[in-house]
């Protein structure tokens, strides 16, 4: 947060609409690089079987990012136009690596949510900011563009993971702990068959979801150039720092937690209940504060040229504070065995997104109006969701 209103006067609208755009395509992409087996690391009762989930999502990620690679290679750039990317057509090298450092990082933080080494997490977390950002700063005073953005994003990921993952290994063991067996107790092919929910229900709605949050970005590069794009990006990037700063935190303490709270047939309703209060209670100022001074606040903070995206951040206000505030209710999605239902939901909100982005775009022909229309539908589809979780976990009471 603080260093953000040196980089955006460093780099300006277009280089961040760029690496907006490297983004979403990578984010696209990793969603299916390990085929969501990274996420079920929590679930098992056994470190055992822990470990073969995150050595059968390694050789998934390793796997799919040699394809992209090939991939790459004969059809990036029809890809990229599929995409309405072929802004990025010269970083087209780089979407694998940043691909397998996803990989590699989500398996050790989902690892780290399961041996609840939050303490470790954050100290690496704010190293990692530090050095992202004093990277980014510095490479801006002598040459900023998009590729420094996208570079030090991919290889300051990769450092914090590094340097995380040694933390890890010098951390003192509990009593046993170290004498772990690195083989599971089943075969990895059976791992696989017993967590395939992931990837054939959970990764299929993360994939919607994510190309739902990443379509604005293309659209507006498409119909208004990378400019309009970096004014979207940076109002989604201050917007998401709530959930980035708290709302993975909770979600990090919250899975374990209810995943627990549920094989002990414990009240799940009233811990989501609790839990999403109290996401709502520490959201509600910041995002307020969005909703009635947000063109001023942004060209305050990062300069005059950034007023538009003030303007998107009053209308993304309130749809992303239901996504922060979404997020122990999601967490509890695989614990309530509810991965379908989330599919399900998915196609229907990202079919009303997508919807009302065609509207702006198409009909009324205005970026503005077409940000406003996805929010408002994201705002609906946010509380139903909300609800809905809430309704299943009572039912698994009375169940």
Do not use: C
């Not at 939050?118 to 990692?128: H, K, M, N």
């Not at 801006?140 to 563009?145: E, Y």
């Not at 303490?253 to 209060?277: C, D, Q, W």
Request: cysteine-free; hydrophobic content about 60%.
């Amino acid at each position: 947060m603080l260093f953000a209103p040196f980089i955006t006067r460093l780099y300006g609208p277009e280089a961040f609409g760029l690496q907006g755009l490297f983004v979403s395509v990578v984010t696209l992409l990793s969603i299916i690089a390990a085929l969501g087996y990274p996420t079920a690391i929590v679930l098992p009762k056994s470190d055992v079987d822990a470990v073969g989930l995150a050595k059968l999502s390694i050789a998934i990620g390793v796997a799919m990012a040699i394809l992209t690679m090939v991939v790459l290679m004969f059809f990036g750039n029809d890809l990229l136009r599929l995409l309405n990317a072929e802004a990025i057509a010269p970083f087209l090298f780089l979407i694998p690596i940043a691909m397998l450092v996803v990989v590699f990082s989500s398996v050790l933080a989902q690892w780290l949510i399961r041996k609840k080494a939050y303490q470790l997490t954050a100290r690496f977390a704010v190293f990692t900011a530090l050095l992202l950002n004093a990277a980014k700063t510095g490479m801006g005073v002598l040459a900023p563009s998009a590729l420094v953005l996208i570079v030090t994003n991919v290889v300051g990921t990769l450092i914090g993971t590094a340097a995380t993952f040694f933390g890890w290994k010098r951390m003192p063991k509990k009593i046993g702990e170290a004498q772990i067996v690195m083989v599971p107790s089943v075969t990895i092919r059976e791992l696989a068959i017993q967590h395939r929910d992931f990837p054939l229900l959970r990764t299929p709605q993360n994939l919607i979801n994510v190309f739902s949050q990443t379509l604005p970005v293309m659209l507006l590069a498409s119909y208004f150039g990378a400019s309009a794009s970096g004014q979207y990006t940076i109002a989604l990037a201050v917007l998401a720092l709530p959930a980035n700063l708290i709302g993975s935190s909770v979600m990090a303490v919250f899975y374990p937690r209810i995943t627990e709270a549920i094989h002990k047939g414990e009240n799940a309703r009233s811990l989501i209940i609790r839990a999403t209060l109290g996401m709502a209670a520490t959201g509600a100022v910041p995002y307020l504060l969005i909703v009635f001074a947000g063109p001023f606040l942004f060209a305050f903070a990062f300069g005059q040229e950034w007023q538009t995206a003030g303007v998107y951040a009053q209308w993304l206000s309130v749809w992303l504070f239901l996504q922060y505030v979404n997020k122990p209710a999601v967490s509890a999605v695989p614990a309530l065995q509810l991965q379908g239902g989330l599919l399900i939901y998915e196609f229907f909100s990202t079919g009303s997104k997508v919807f009302a982005l065609w509207l702006g775009f198409a009909v009324y022909e205005d970026a503005v109006v077409s940000i406003a229309l996805f929010s408002l539908f994201g705002i609906v589809a946010y509380m139903w969701l909300i609800l809905w979780i809430i309704y299943r976990s009572g039912r698994l009471i009375v169940e």
